[in-house]
């Protein structure tokens, strides 16, 4: 069975596609001095860029990873991922309170998604 890399680096790949099943990598926002609602919606947007660019969408979503470094913005994440969720199509979902990689970064999201 063929895998495909997206957004190949030199550490990891954004997303890797392997037969029907679609693992994006914890991606964070562009903008690490914007709130957490900034944060969650640039993410989700590259969530939707790198599943169509692996032939697929947010209403294939099986699963996602959530990670805030403040448990206590967890309903503003909330806000913005309710807003983008495929309804009827919801993922199971973890979400829990960690340090990220960068200061700044509020949100990390890893997704995973069938074709």
Do not use: C
Request: hydrophobic share 45%; no cysteine; net charge neutral.
């Amino acid at each position: 069975m063929s895998i495909k890399r997206i957004n190949v680096g030199a550490r990891m790949s954004s997303a890797v596609v392997h037969g029907d099943t679609v693992y994006l990598a914890g991606l964070t926002a562009d903008d690490a001095k914007a709130d957490v609602k900034v944060q969650t919606k640039q993410i989700l947007d590259k969530v939707d860029k790198f599943l169509a660019e692996a032939g697929t969408d947010k209403s294939k979503v099986l699963s996602a990873n959530i990670w805030l470094t403040d448990i206590s913005t967890w309903s503003q994440m909330n806000e913005v991922w309710d807003a983008w969720v495929s309804p009827g199509n919801t993922p199971a979902r973890a979400t829990v309170e960690a340090k990220l990689a960068a200061p700044g970064l509020k949100v990390e999201i890893m997704i995973q998604a069938a074709k």
